[in-house]
């Protein structure tokens, strides 16, 4: 038995050491919003090549989505939840909010804008659906320039807003949610990193210099769970 957890630990212990890289969040800050009616959170995180190899990976830090949601993206995560339980909601939070200046706060501007923002959205998708190359050429340009490059020993610091809306009850399908003030919730990020996944989204040439590079890596890499204040 001592033997079997020794083995256990010396294998945990290789394993952490062959980590090349880590994501941390070092603060999460709050504060209320009387204009907007909700709590924005200020997520400052870390992500650090512990190697003394210069490392790349797919990684677009300019979006931030929840981990329920993230399949095939190649964006840092969040997961919430409550104690050790996790909450695999995606309502909870929103993030690139926009806002509007004493100047723009005209409700015609406004409302023009958010209609050309829509028609904008709408006919790009409009052209996604209909012209297959363009998609995929849209696709390729992303993921291209979404390559992620730390030298060794580097580290690279990110700030993220978040919003609640500070509303404590939420449903979504058949989940329900009740976010009591008197329980402790945690944030933790993720980092899904994918390489040969995206073959349908690389030329052959890129593929095979991608795959052929032992320092472009894929894994899944969790941060720190840190507290999160939805108290009142």
Do not use: C
Request: aromatic share 14%; net charge neutral.
């Amino acid at each position: 038995m001592k033997l079997k957890l020794l083995f256990l630990l010396i294998s945990f212990w290789s394993f952490s050491q062959n980590r090349p890289i880590e994501i941390k969040i070092d603060s999460i800050t709050s504060k209320d919003s009387k204009e907007y009616r909700d709590r924005e959170f200020t997520i400052v995180y870390h992500i650090k090549n512990l190697s003394n190899n210069e490392v790349s990976f797919f990684l677009n830090t300019k979006k931030f989505i929840p981990s329920s949601a993230s399949s095939m993206q190649y964006v840092p995560t969040y997961r919430l939840y409550q104690n050790e339980t996790p909450i695999d909601l995606g309502q909870v939070f929103t993030s690139n909010r926009i806002v509007f200046t004493s100047k723009d706060f005209n409700q015609q501007s406004i409302d023009e804008y958010l209609k050309n923002r829509r028609d904008s959205i709408k006919l790009e998708y409009e052209k996604i659906n209909s012209d297959p190359e363009y998609a995929w050429q849209k696709n390729n340009k992303a993921i291209m320039n979404s390559i992620f490059v730390l030298q060794p020993n580097e580290t690279k610091q990110f700030v993220q807003q978040i919003n609640w809306d500070k509303k404590r009850y939420i449903k979504s399908h058949d989940l329900e949610y009740y976010f009591d003030e008197n329980h402790k919730y945690f944030l933790e990020l993720e980092l899904t990193l994918l390489k040969s996944e995206f073959q349908d989204r690389l030329t052959k040439e890129e593929l095979e210099a991608i795959m052929k590079n032992e320092n472009f890596i894929k894994g899944n890499y969790k941060s720190n769970k840190v507290e999160i204040n939805f108290k009142e």
